[in-house]
C-alpha cells in the first residue's frame, strides 16, 4: 500500500466517507486526551488522600472516564465522536456562561477561573478535526432505519405493542 499526499485529502470509504486527513488528526487528539489527561487525572485520583467533596469527586472522575474512553478513540475513531461532541459542548458552554462574564468585566486575569479558562480554549483542537459533514449525516440528517434490536424495524422497540 503506497501513501501519497492527495490520498489521505479525499473521502474513504473505509472511514465512512471521511478523509483521512480527519482520522488521522482525529487519532491525534483522542492520543493526547488518553495520555495527557488520563495522566493528570489518574495520578490525581490514584494520589487523593482523604475524602472527596462531591462535586471535586465528580469533575476528576469524568475528566478520568473521558480519557480512559478516549484510548478506544484512537482505536475507532468514528464510533468515539459523541465524546468529543460532548467534550466540545460542555467546555464551550462552560467557557461562555463562566469565563466570559469575567472575561467581559476584566475580572478573569487573576481569578480562580483563569486556569481553567486558559486549558478550554484549547477545545479549538476538536472543533478543527471533527469531520462536521460526518456528524450532521450521522446524527442529524440520517433517518432511523434499525430499532435497538435486529428486526425491529422503524418503530423500534415498542412498535410491537
Known sequence: MRLSLKAIFQRDAQYEG?????????????????????RDTWTYILSHQGSWAPYEGVAWCVWAAFATLAGLGILRPLKMLPI???????KLLWLLVVAYPLWSKGTLAGSSAEGTATVFVWVILPIVVMPWGHVFAT????????GLFPGQGHNGPMGRL
Not at 468529543?84 to 460542555?90: H, M, V, W
Not at 446524527?139 to 434499525?146: F, G, L, N, S, V
Open 84 to 90: 468529543l461532541l460532548l467534550e466540545i459542548f460542555y
Open 139 to 146: 446524527y442529524i440528517y440520517k433517518p432511523k432505519t434499525q
Open 18 to 38: 471521511v478523509r483521512r486527513i480527519n482520522i488521522y488528526l482525529l487519532r491525534l487528539v483522542y492520543a493526547l486526551m488518553f495520555f495527557v489527561l488520563g
